[in-house]
């Protein structure tokens, strides 16, 4: 686990190790048992105890994870009547043991397979994502239960543009919240509304670079946005070593916003640059969106190797361990 300070053995008491020594005999027991009665076929409430004392103590033994749900199957074919309670109880076990382990796969997959038998109340899971998510932000199985929970339920989905909006705003080097924005973007908006909510994303983004220039989960979402709204000339951003990016059938209109965004982010990135002149994502950025500025005629051939060979000069000072990834442009 992150942030979990390794205990020196020597510094162990035989008094702690008698006492762990005890602990593991009782867990190999346990484990034992657990897979005698599967091996039976043993579907019984006794079956169901012995599987929660064993994930109690290791959550991880994803065989008791899946030997509870053939027990569980048992009952819910056997008694029918209590399969809603039986969802309740489980769901209860999972959320007590989370703690342990908040980014247990073993966890999300069976607390999936519970609501997948549709007797749960939904509402109650989005609480459980927003008070984990409240634990910690960038807990990626957490956010993709969320979009399950979501895509199964009544909630708004302008509701959850507003959801990682708040996330990013406590935190903005949160990886899963722009992925889940990106995701929600053409879903929600699409033609000029979806152009108009782009131009206001490049915004949004923007408070993000001031605030954190060297945290990278923005900038990629920048290079996201830039792929949406002028992708046909701004193939650098999307793929650095194909220069020869075809408009295809976008119209004259189309052509002329994307070109203008992307003179006004050079022009964004280029006085962020003269803030954070040693931040490599602002360098890089400005680079790729120099060469994009090329291809559409903006800047000449002459300029553009000057401006590229000084820009990557100092990229392969700040980040040497990725100087060959400079070459290739």
């Given at each position: 686990m992150h942030n979990r300070a390794k205990q020196d053995p020597s510094l162990v008491s035989?008094?702690?190790?008698?006492?762990?020594?005890?602990?593991?005999?009782?867990?190999?027991?346990l484990t034992s048992k657990a897979l005698d009665l599967r091996r039976s076929h043993t579907n019984s409430e006794d079956a169901l105890k012995v599987c929660t004392t064993v994930?109690?103590?290791?959550?991880?033994?994803?065989?008791?994870?899946?030997?509870?749900r053939e027990i569980l199957l048992s009952f819910f074919q056997s008694?029918?009547?209590?399969?809603?309670?039986?969802?309740?109880?489980?769901?209860?076990?999972?959320?007590?043991?989370?703690?342990?382990?908040?980014k247990s796969y073993n966890m999300w997959h069976h607390r999936v397979w519970i609501i997948n038998h549709d007797t749960s109340d939904l509402d109650r899971e989005l609480d459980l994502c927003s008070r984990m998510l409240n634990l910690d932000a960038r807990n990626f199985h957490c956010w993709d239960y969320r979009r399950f929970i979501v895509k199964k339920s009544s909630k708004s989905l302008l509701d959850e543009m507003d959801f990682t909006t708040q996330k990013i705003e406590q935190n903005?080097?949160?990886?899963?919240?722009?992925?889940?924005?990106?995701?929600?973007?053409p879903i929600l908006f699409e033609g000029e509304s979806l152009q108009k909510k782009l131009d206001s994303e490049f915004e949004f983004v923007m408070q993000a670079f001031y605030t954190e220039p060297?945290?990278?989960s923005a900038w990629l979402?920048?290079?996201?946005?830039?792929a949406r709204g002028a992708s046909h000339i701004i193939t650098p951003i999307v793929d650095p070593r194909n220069q020869n990016s075809d408009p295809g059938d976008l119209s004259a209109s189309d052509?002329?916003?994307?070109?203008?965004?992307?003179?006004?982010?050079l022009s964004v990135c280029a006085e962020l640059l003269e803030e954070e002149p040693n931040c490599k994502w602002v360098i890089l950025t400005t680079a790729l969106l120099t060469s994009a500025a090329h291809q559409i005629g903006h800047i000449s051939s002459e300029v553009l190797a000057e401006k590229l060979k000084a820009y990557f000069l100092q990229l392969k000072k700040l980040d040497p361990l990725r100087s060959m990834y400079y070459d290739d442009f």
């Open positions: 035989e008094a702690e190790l008698a006492d762990r020594r005890k602990k593991i005999a009782r867990y190999c027991r994930l109690e103590i290791n959550p991880e033994f994803y065989t008791m994870w899946n030997y509870r008694r029918p009547d209590d399969k809603a309670s039986l969802c309740s109880s489980e769901l209860d076990f999972v959320e007590r043991s989370l703690p342990k382990n908040p903005f080097s949160n990886y899963s919240a722009w992925h889940y924005r990106s995701s929600l973007l060297s945290d990278q979402y920048h290079r996201w946005l830039l052509s002329k916003r994307a070109k203008k965004t992307l003179l006004r982010e």
